[in-house]
């Protein structure tokens, strides 16, 4: 169980970082492809419309939140059978 807890951290950390990395790529190519003076804007996650922060942030959010879960009752019931 102990090893079953450490992989939902891990597995919480990487889909963190994926969602992070996914974002700004996306932030990137909107620059790219939007912006037609050439000057862009980065927004920060509170900025974005509606459906962008549910695709982006929450998302992403509620994975990482089930996976720390997961890990915590994995690591709970871990230390209940020592």
């Given at each position: 169980?102990?090893?079953?807890s450490?992989?939902?951290?891990?597995?919480?950390?990487?889909?963190?970082?994926?969602?992070?990395?996914?974002?700004?790529?996306?932030?990137?190519?909107?620059?790219?492809?939007?912006?037609?003076?050439?000057?862009?804007?980065w927004?920060?996650?509170?900025?974005?419309?509606?459906?962008?922060?549910?695709?982006?942030?929450?998302?992403?959010?509620?994975?990482?939140?089930?996976?720390?879960?997961?890990?915590?009752?994995?690591?709970?019931?871990?230390?209940?059978?020592?």
């Amino acid at each position: 169980m102990r090893i079953l807890s450490w992989l939902f951290y891990t597995l919480a950390g990487l889909l963190a970082a994926a969602a992070t990395a996914f974002f700004l790529y996306a932030q990137s190519l909107a620059c790219a492809f939007g912006s037609p003076t050439g000057r862009c804007r980065w927004r920060w996650p509170w900025q974005l419309p509606a459906e962008d922060v549910q695709i982006f942030i929450l998302l992403p959010l509620s994975g990482v939140a089930v996976l720390v879960l997961l890990g915590w009752l994995a690591g709970r019931a871990a230390r209940r059978q020592d």
